[in-house]
C-alpha cells in the first residue's frame, strides 16, 4: 500500500491535467466531473480517457510509481489523438489480437454509458464494445496489445475491418496460446496461480490445456478476480478453498478488481458454472460474503450511471439500494431492498422485501458496504434490526404473488426489476401471509 496521500476524483484529475497541460502544450483537455473522464475540447476528435482506472493505480503507487503511471497516461492519450490511421485494416492488428474475459458488469456499464452519451448529444461510438456472452457473470472482449497499452475492440473497429467477431477471437486465442508456453504455479499443495502476469492472466480461462494440467482435490474450482490472476484449487480442498477465499479478499484491495466470482468445471458447455462450497459453515459464510460484496460492488456503478441517465433524460425512475444484513446468532447474511409506494423504482434482486403498500417498512440499518475489507477469520459486523417486529416479504414469495407489477430492466447486471405500480387489493392480501422477519 502507498504512504502518499490519496488523492479523490477531482484532485486526482488536477494532478493530471497539470502535467498533460505542461506536456501536451496546446492540448485543449477538460475535465467532466460527472464521467470521471478527460476530453478533447477542441471539437478535433472525439477521444475520451477515463480516470478511475488511473486513479485507483496512481492511489496505490509510490513517488516514483506515479510519476510513471502519469507518463503512460500521456503516452495512451497522445495515441488516441492521432487516431487509429495506423490500423486500417484487420491484418494491421491480427498479431496483436488477444482475447479479453470481462467482467459482465463491465460491458453492461459501456453499454449504459454509451446511452448516456447519446442522451447528452455525443457520439457513443468509443465505447460500443465488441463481446460476446461467455459465463454466468463474464463475457468474451477482445483487446489490441501494444508494448505500452492495450485497447479494447470496439463494433465499430470490426465494422472497419469488415471481419466478424468470431474470426477477430479465433486469431485472439491462437495469439494467446503462443504466449502461454508455462504451466500454473503453485501457491499451496493444490492451490494454483497463473505465473504470467501479462495483463492476460485471467483470459487464460480459454486455454483448456492449461487447466487440464493441474491437478486438484474433486472438481477444479477457479476464479479470475482481476486481469493479473487465474486462481484454480479442487472443490474437495477445504484448505484450498480457504486459500481461494483469502486470494480474492487480498486482491479485492488492489486496483482493476473485476469481482469475486467462483465457478466450478462442469461438463456441459461453456464448461463453468457459479459455485459455493456447502460446508463447512463458516466456509460457506466466506464466499458468501464474498458474492455478497461484489453484488453491491457491481450495483454501485450501475446505479451511478443510470441516476446521470435518467437525469439526463428527464425521467423520474428511482434506482433502489440493496442492504445487507448478518445475523449476530447464526452468521447468516440476508439482502433486502425497499419497494416505496407510489415511487416508480428499479428494484435489486435481494433475498427480502420490505413493501411499503403490504406493511411500512421499519428503520433497520444495513452492514458496512466497505469491499472485502475483512480478513479471513476475523468476524463481520453486525448490525441488529432496530423494530423486532420488522416485516419482509421473501423473494419467491414476491415474484410468485405480484410479479405483474415487476419486469426486468433490459440489459442491467446484476438484474433489476421495474415496478410497474404498487400492490393493491388481492395481491396485498396474498402477501401478507408470507410476511416474515430476518
Known amino acids: 500500500m502507498s504512504d502518499e496521500q490519496p488523492l479523490d476524483n477531482v484532485a486526482f484529475a488536477k494532478v493530471a491535467l497539470g502535467y498533460l497541460r505542461e506536456r501536451l502544450v496546446g492540448l485543449d483537455l477538460v475535465y467532466e466531473e460527472d464521467d470521471n473522464a478527460l476530453r478533447d475540447a477542441s471539437g478535433q476528435s472525439e477521444m475520451t480517457h477515463y480516470l478511475d482506472n488511473a486513479r485507483a493505480e496512481f492511489n496505490a503507487a509510490d513517488s516514483e510509481q506515479r510519476q510513471a503511471i502519469l507518463e503512460r497516461m500521456g503516452n495512451i492519450i497522445e495515441r488516441s489523438l492521432a487516431g487509429p490511421a495506423d490500423e486500417p485494416t484487420f491484418l494491421s492488428v491480427a498479431e496483436r489480437l488477444l482475447p479479453r474475459a470481462l467482467d459482465r458488469s463491465y460491458v453492461v456499464q459501456m453499454s449504459l454509458l454509451g446511452r448516456l452519451q447519446r442522451a447528452k448529444g455525443e457520439s457513443d461510438t468509443g465505447v460500443r464494445l465488441a463481446s460476446e456472452p461467455f459465463l454466468d457473470h463474464h463475457s468474451t472482449g477482445l483487446v489490441v496489445d501494444d508494448p505500452e497499452s492495450m485497447r479494447y475492440v ?129 466456509l460457506r459464510r466466506h464466499f458468501d460474503l464474498i458474492e455478497v460484496q461484489t453484488v453491491l460492488f457491481r450495483l454501485e456503478g450501475q446505479k451511478d450511471l443510470l441516476e446521470s441517465i435518467h437525469e439526463a433524460e428527464s425521467v423520474d425512475i428511482f434506482v433502489g439500494d440493496l442492504h445487507v444484513l448478518q445475523n449476530a446468532q447464526t452468521g447468516k447474511l440476508s439482502s433486502w431492498a425497499s419497494w416505496a409506494k407510489g415511487v416508480h423504482s428499479f428494484l435489486p434482486e435481494a433475498d427480502l422485501y420490505a413493501v411499503e403498500a403490504v406493511t411500512a417498512p421499519s428503520v433497520v440499518e444495513d452492514a458496512p458496504r466497505g469491499l472485502l475489507s475483512r480478513a479471513l477469520g476475523r468476524k463481520p459486523q453486525t448490525r441488529e434490526v432496530v423494530d423486532e417486529d420488522a416485516r419482509f416479504v421473501p423473494r419467491e414469495a414476491l415474484f410468485r404473488e405480484a410479479g405483474e407489477l415487476l419486469r426486468p430492466v433490459e440489459g442491467s447486471f446484476p438484474p433489476l426489476w421495474e415496478t410497474l405500480g404498487d400492490p393493491e387489493g388481492e395481491v396485498v392480501d396474498r402477501l401478507r401471509p408470507h410476511l416474515c422477519g430476518l
Not at 478476480?225 to 487480498?250: C, F, M, Y
Request: hydrophobic share 35%; with cysteine.
Open 154 to 282: 470496439m463494433e465499430s473497429d470490426l465494422e472497419e475491418w469488415g471481419v466478424s467477431f468470431a474470426e477477430c477471437r479465433d486469431y485472439a486465442l491462437r495469439n494467446l496460446d503462443i504466449l502461454s508456453e508455462e504451466p500454473m504455479a503453485g501457491l499451496f499443495p493444490g492451490v494454483y496461480d497463473s505465473p504470467w502476469k501479462d495483463n492476460h492472466d485471467s483470459s487464460r480461462i480459454y486455454l483448456g490445456r492449461i487447466l487440464d494440467g493441474v491437478e486438484v482435490r474433486g472438481r477444479r474450482v477457479i476464479a479470475i478476480p482481476n486481469r493479473d490472476h487465474l486462481l484454480v484449487t479442487g472443490s474437495e480442498d477445504e484448505e484450498g478453498l480457504r486459500l481461494l477465499a483469502e486470494k480474492i479478499d487480498e486482491l479485492a484491495q488492489e486496483p482493476r478488481f473485476a469481482g469475486g466470482d467462483v465457478y466450478i468445471e462442469t461438463n456441459e458447455a461453456p464448461g463453468w458454472v457459479p459455485w459455493r462450497p456447502d460446508e463447512p459453515e463458516d
